[in-house]
């Protein structure tokens, strides 16, 4: 079939790949614009972007679809579907409409629940214990089109934000060849989300990052793991930020221990929690590379009783 490709980050461009392989014509790739990042401030495409460019492929980086010249040139490409997975940028009526099928998104939830910016690390932070990607027709609400196919997978115990976004790209990736043959066999059936489980996944902020030591321990963990890597839990040593990364859930913590102090550092660097302790696993200090806890200890020479704040 005949389509323009709309995604932007690493989650996007395995399903570039898998629709390049199934041999379907893609007439254009939109990419959110590249920003300057780094220490340096150098201009780096993203993902998307650097994959269309290997294959030659015609790249679209409108800062949006406000201008008339934009929509526009959209509507030219006479497509027959517009495939959309982690894009970022609203697309307007006129662009919905413009290809003959429509445009179909690939999102990284079971909706109606977590609709939004955030599904994933919102479904780890919640305890959900299953999500999956779903390829919906896309109407002019935020992720609320009629849903054609489904696919599930576990939430584990060691997920990360990280390990779960691998894994639900490489579903996106045989989903979408999946949907396109469908499409064109006249066998894609959407259904409409019901309106009942509606729950919005928003954007993460950096103070909602910020660890809260008198949550429960399971509730920390999650937390750690659905914002690892990024942007990355926080809390404070000494007055510097720390990022936790990585941790799990072990013993209860002794009568009398605060919120955020370190019980041990024998077997790790466990700290206490509202209820039990979680052992941190991974850390990292500002401007330093992740580091184990062994490795962090020894940086900062941490002593027992000292709290995270």
């Given at each position: 079939m005949r389509l323009a490709f709309m995604g932007t980050p690493e989650f996007s461009a395995p399903v570039l790949e898998s629709l390049l392989a199934a041999g379907h014509d893609v007439a254009a790739v939109y990419a959110r614009a590249a920003k300057p990042s780094g220490r340096g401030q150098k201009v780096r495409p993203s993902p998307v972007e650097k994959l269309a460019l290997a294959h030659g492929l015609e790249v679209r980086t409108p800062k949006n679809f406000k201008q008339a010249e934009d929509r526009e040139a959209f509507a030219a490409l006479n497509l027959d579907v517009a495939i959309v997975v982690a894009y970022g940028l609203i697309l307007p009526q006129a662009v919905l409409d413009a290809p003959l099928h429509g445009c179909l998104n690939l999102h990284a939830s079971l909706l109606p629940r977590w609709?939004?910016?955030?599904?994933?690390?919102?479904?780890?932070?919640?305890?959900?214990?299953?999500?999956?990607?779903?390829?919906?027709?896309?109407?002019?609400?935020?992720?609320?089109?009629?849903?054609?196919?489904?696919?599930?997978?576990?939430?584990?115990?060691?997920?990360?934000?990280?390990?779960?976004?691998?894994?639900?790209?490489q579903i996106a990736a045989q989903l979408g060849p999946d949907a396109l043959a469908a499409l064109a066999g006249g066998t894609l059936a959407a259904v409409p989300q019901s309106d009942e489980g509606v729950v919005y996944a928003s954007k993460i902020t950096p103070d909602e990052a910020r660890i809260d030591w008198t949550a429960p321990a399971a509730i920390i963990d999650r937390h750690i793991r659905g914002l690892s890597p990024f942007p990355g839990a926080w809390s404070e040593m000494r007055g510097a930020r720390v990022k936790?990364?990585?941790?799990?859930?072990?013993?209860?913590?002794?009568?009398?221990?605060?919120p955020g102090e370190i019980l041990s550092l024998d077997d790790g660097l466990t700290a206490a929690c509202g209820d039990k302790a979680v052992a941190l696993v991974t850390?990292?200090?500002?401007?330093?590379?992740?580091?184990?806890?062994?490795?962090?200890?020894?940086?900062?020479?941490?002593?027992?009783?000292?709290?995270?704040?």
């Open positions: 609709r939004g910016a955030a599904p994933i690390q919102r479904a780890i932070m919640a305890g959900d214990e299953v999500t999956g990607v779903q390829v919906m027709q896309m109407d002019a609400g935020l992720d609320t089109g009629a849903v054609a196919l489904s696919q599930t997978t576990p939430i584990y115990d060691d997920d990360t934000a990280a390990s779960l976004e691998q894994r639900l790209s936790i990364l990585m941790s799990r859930v072990v013993g209860g913590a002794p009568p009398g221990a605060a850390l990292q200090r500002a401007g330093k590379r992740p580091q184990s806890a062994e490795e962090f200890q020894r940086g900062f020479e941490l002593k027992v009783g000292e709290r995270f704040g």
